[in-house]
């Protein structure tokens, strides 16, 4: 079991920033993907960002150069690092990790709204 807790959304305007973070407690040893999505009402939600232990494995098209994904081990905790904030990027973002067993386990979400 793994016990994930996220932080660090909220409304910030065009071209801001803001972190993600989301912290892991648990069976974290046998974490292998640690992911970011987000999801709009309506809409599927989206696969942002995925990391493993030998780096990042994944970055979606419209937020490259923008948000970056990274982990503190000491820390077990995940981030998102998103930068020049775009209104389309509004939506309910979502940590997610993958243990080595193929279970996976996902946070609350927290609300990221990006507007003037």
């Known amino acids: 079991q793994v016990q994930l807790v996220e932080s660090g959304g909220g409304l910030v305007q065009p071209g801001g920033s803001l972190r993600l973070s989301c912290a892991a407690s648990?069976?974290?040893?046998?974490?292998?993907?640690m992911r970011w999505y987000r999801q709009v009402p309506g809409k599927q939600r989206e696969l942002v960002a995925a990391?493993?232990?030998?780096?990042?494995?994944y970055q979606l098209d419209s937020v490259k150069g923008r948000f970056t994904i990274s982990r503190n081990n000491a820390k077990n905790t995940v981030y998102l690092q998103m930068n020049s904030l775009k209104p389309e990027d509004t939506a309910v973002y979502y940590c997610?990790?993958?243990?080595?067993?193929?279970?996976?386990?996902w946070g609350q979400g927290t609300q990221v709204t990006v507007s003037s």
């Open positions: 997610n990790v993958e243990l080595w067993s193929g279970n996976d386990y």
């Open positions: 648990g069976s974290i040893f046998s974490i292998n993907f």
């Open positions: 990391m493993n232990g030998g780096g990042i494995t």
